[in-house]
Nanobody
């Protein structure tokens, strides 16, 4: 199984970036998917999750209204559209896959996820 995250880079505060995570080696349509992030010196934290069908989404309070997660089962790809970026959004962003179909709070837990991508760095300047 491979989860290949891309789309990170440098953005100014108030700007936008779109992350992508391409999956291979798994039946993508069966998996819930999520994005987590980890800033230097901090623990990995939940950002957003989406159900296997794309019908349900979950967001951390810190990104609600600014970030949008979406899933394209035909392309085996999950996206994270990030708008109104803030310096505190600076982190390495990781995509993750969950076969157990988490719900609610369970989707925010790191150990819920079976597979992880390698991460893509997002830096937001003030």
């Amino acid at each position: 199984v491979q989860l290949q995250a891309s789309g990170g880079g440098l953005a100014q505060a108030g700007g936008s970036l779109r992350l992508s995570c391409a999956a291979s080696g798994l039946t993508f349509r069966n998996y819930h998917m999520a994005w987590f992030r980890q800033a230097p010196g901090k623990e990995r934290e939940f950002v957003a999750a989406i159900s296997w069908s794309g019908g349900r989404t979950y967001y951390a309070d810190s990104v609600k209204g600014r970030f949008t997660i979406s899933k394209d089962n035909a392309k085996n790809t999950v996206y994270l559209q990030m708008n109104s970026l803030k310096p505190e959004d600076t982190a390495v962003y990781y995509c993750a896959a969950d076969i157990h179909h988490c719900s609610g709070y369970g989707c925010s837990v790191v150990y819920e996820y079976d597979y992880w991508g390698q991460g893509t760095l997002v830096t937001v300047s003030s």
